[in-house]
């Protein structure tokens, strides 16, 4: 078998079978195959694209390249969700409590953040003392104990995936929907859960900015999901509006503790009790109506906050800052944005938001920076709110102040203001399973 051919085949948009796409993903991963070849292949998919048999071969390749994770010393059902991306998304640290109060066991493998999107490990480990690199025996030993841990990826790890995106990062084919699908599920199948909740993200702060490619991507991974034998469904939400209030670590991680005790903004609580029932359906609790109202309970009575303050002591971090998160450090120097007009916000750049937030350190632009965890923004109006002249829009937060200029300028460029109200944006706009795509009024 060579390369050569393979490449050949895929231009002519052919499929691959099962001992091709074996051949390719472990020939590159070992070595044996050139960068330039598998660059040549990578921009054939991405002109042609892949069917659902190939896709699902690829990503199992992808995810036996390296270490799978045996959960089964944990007893009872696994759920995982991931998310594709965001500003100000927290919602593991919601969700994830919610279902593991109710005995659905969450052993999750978490990400952290780069460019605009935040990542669920940098928010954790705004919590002093919380750990999230652990022996995968006492990560076991912690799920066992409380229903829930999050860490980060370790270990070999879909070395494939690692060296097939550092290729696709340098050759413009890191927006081809087959490969981003058997990238993302690559790390879901390692992962060992029995059920995956994928929170595909759309519009201006998502990495799929229209539904029409939210959806499309979803079934995409759905189908592998679903054909490497794991229960997967995905829930399409809203992203082109920063969820809830707060960007920035120990912001988040504040608004996702007070969302946990029944409080918090009503779109991060929605959000996160839609995908928690979608969870607990895939578990087998139920039916998603049934599901919803067992998640919103948790909230209501104290047994997911009590949940997670378990689980960060467990992980090692201060349960006192859960109790009280007026513990959290505080950035010393903070400066409001004001509105130069009056109007109603009819459009955010929700991107843009999250880069403002980049550029006061509250995230990273490459891999080697450093986060100010104290870092970050407030948003005091969003999508839909009226707003006077000289009204603050948000409240900046840095360690340097020096920060604000650029920050500032780049959050106000970010509002879009019309003279009347816009229409109220959906939440969730369609959950996507093996049967199809429903599409929510």
Do not use: W
């Not at 799978?68 to 010393?73: F, I, K, N």
């Not at 990542?119 to 076991?140: C, V």
């Not at 998160?325 to 109007?343: C, E, M």
Request: aromatic share 6%; glycine share 10%; with cysteine.
């Amino acid at each position: 078998m060579r390369m050569y051919d393979l490449i050949e085949k895929k231009k002519r948009n052919e499929s691959l079978d099962e001992a091709e796409v074996r051949f390719m993903v472990r020939g590159f991963t070992e070595g044996a195959i050139p960068d330039y070849q598998m660059a040549a292949m990578l921009m054939a998919i991405c002109f042609n694209g892949m069917n659902d048999t190939e896709m699902t071969q690829l990503t199992l390749e992808m995810a036996h390249s390296g270490d799978m994770v045996d959960l089964s010393p944990i007893e009872g059902f696994k759920a995982d969700k991931h998310s594709t991306g965001g500003v100000g998304d927290k919602t593991t640290l919601v969700a994830g409590p919610v279902v593991a109060s109710l005995g659905v066991k969450v052993a999750k493998m978490s990400g952290r953040g780069l460019g605009h999107t935040g990542g669920t490990i940098d928010k954790l480990e705004a919590i002093p003392g919380f750990r999230t690199a652990i022996p995968i025996s006492e990560f076991f030993d912690i799920v066992k104990k409380t229903g829930i841990a999050v860490v980060g990826q370790s270990g070999n790890l879909v070395p494939a995936d690692k060296k097939i995106y550092a290729l696709r990062d340098v050759t413009a084919t890191v927006d081809s929907i087959p490969l981003i699908a058997s990238s993302i599920m690559s790390k879901k199948l390692a992962a060992g859960s029995d059920g995956i909740v994928l929170d595909v993200k759309t519009g201006s702060g998502a990495f799929m900015k229209t539904l029409e490619d939210s959806i499309t991507l979803a079934g995409k991974m759905v189908a592998i999901g679903n054909g490497a034998g794991r229960s997967c469904t995905a829930l399409i939400t809203d992203m082109d509006v920063p969820l809830g209030a707060a960007i920035g670590n120990s912001l988040e991680v504040i608004e996702a503790v007070e969302t946990l005790r029944g409080n918090g903004p009503e779109d991060l609580k929605e959000v996160s009790l839609r995908l928690a029932a979608e969870m607990l359906h895939t578990a087998g609790m139920g039916d998603a109506g049934s599901c919803y109202g067992m998640a919103e309970q948790t909230l209501k009575d104290g047994r997911a906050f009590e949940t997670f303050k378990r689980m960060v002591a467990a992980q090692g971090g201060d349960p006192s800052f859960i109790e009280n998160p007026k513990q959290f450090l505080k950035a010393p120097y903070s400066r409001k944005v004001t509105a130069l007009q009056d109007g109603y916000v009819g459009h955010m750049d929700t991107e843009g938001c999250g880069i403002a937030s980049v550029l006061l350190k509250a995230g990273r632009s490459t891999k080697e920076d450093v986060i100010d965890n104290s870092a970050g923004i407030i948003l005091h109006k969003k999508y839909g709110d009226y707003v006077q002249k000289g009204e603050p829009l948000a409240e900046l937060f840095a360690s340097d102040e020096t920060l604000f200029e650029a920050a500032g300028a780049k959050l106000l460029s970010s509002y879009h203001f019309t003279e009347s109200a816009p229409e109220k944006k959906m939440l969730v706009y369609a959950r996507v399973s093996r049967d199809g795509t429903k599409r929510f009024d």
